[in-house]
């Protein structure tokens, strides 16, 4: 069965520290992924996903940037974080028809 | 226009009882699939329960089970018998299937109903 691993679950970085989210995936090959992210109370918005190695598509313009650097692992990153990135952020694998899966997410709080 | 919708913010429930979380969407995509989040205050997203547009039967996971109304572009979640570990955020999210295409059918997500069941 799949597995999706993310971490580190909880993260407090200062205004303008760089970022790196690492999301890897087990029991599946050139799965899509994705990273979403969550502010408090509210609803997931999509950020990135990818169909495969070095393929990156943004939804959203901002300050961050994503990776798939190898066929199950997917990175966000910022060089340069912003208050209203605080959030949390989760990676899921979407496969199948019925298939949606996602990781254990980070709490993000950029201070 | 919002593509999934609930309007409910929050609700209190006595245990016990059945909870109907309510969720409409919007897509003229023929093929699509929505699909029901729980999250506990940890945050992980759990899957619950899974519609698809073509499928004739109502989807059914135990105490969960889907209130699907196609021509009402409405997906309810019932929850019957309520137990005090189903207070957390419930999702519905929706996958549309025939025209998005090369990985963008991610899914799109509704803002959540926050369900506290009461002793």
């Known amino acids: 069965s799949q597995t999706i691993h993310q971490w580190p679950a909880t993260l407090v970085q200062p205004v303008g520290s760089p970022l790196s989210l690492e999301c890897t995936v087990e029991?599946?090959?050139?799965?899509?992924l994705y990273w979403y992210r969550q502010a408090a109370g509210r609803g997931l918005q999509l950020l990135f996903y990818s169909v495969g190695i070095g393929q990156i598509s943004s939804e959203v313009p901002q300050n961050l940037s994503a990776s798939r650097p190898q066929d199950r692992q997917f990175i966000l990153s910022s060089k340069k974080l912003l208050l209203s990135d605080s959030g949390f952020y989760l990676c899921?694998?979407?496969?199948?028809?019925?298939?949606?899966?996602f990781g254990q997410g980070t709490r993000l709080t950029v201070v | 226009a919002q593509k999934i919708t609930q309007t409910q913010p929050g609700m209190f429930v006595q245990e016990k009882e059945a909870v109907t979380l309510d969720c409409t969407y919007d897509?003229?995509?023929?093929?699509?699939?929505l699909f029901w989040y729980k999250q506990p205050s940890s945050g992980e997203m759990i899957f619950l329960i899974y519609q698809g547009s073509y499928d004739q039967q109502n989807a059914t996971e135990g105490r969960y089970s889907l209130n699907f109304q196609k021509a009402r572009k409405s997906a309810n979640l019932v929850i019957s018998a309520s137990q005090l570990g189903d207070s957390a955020m419930y999702f519905c999210?929706?996958?549309?299937?025939?025209?998005?295409?090369?990985?963008?059918?991610?899914?799109?997500f509704g803002k959540g109903t926050h369900l506290i069941i009461q002793p």
């Open positions: 029991g599946t090959s050139n799965p899509n």
């Open positions: 999210a929706m996958r549309e299937l025939m025209y998005s295409g090369g990985g963008a059918d991610g899914l799109t």
């Open positions: 899921a694998w979407i496969g199948g028809r019925t298939e949606a899966f």
């Open positions: 897509t003229s995509d023929p093929s699509y699939g």
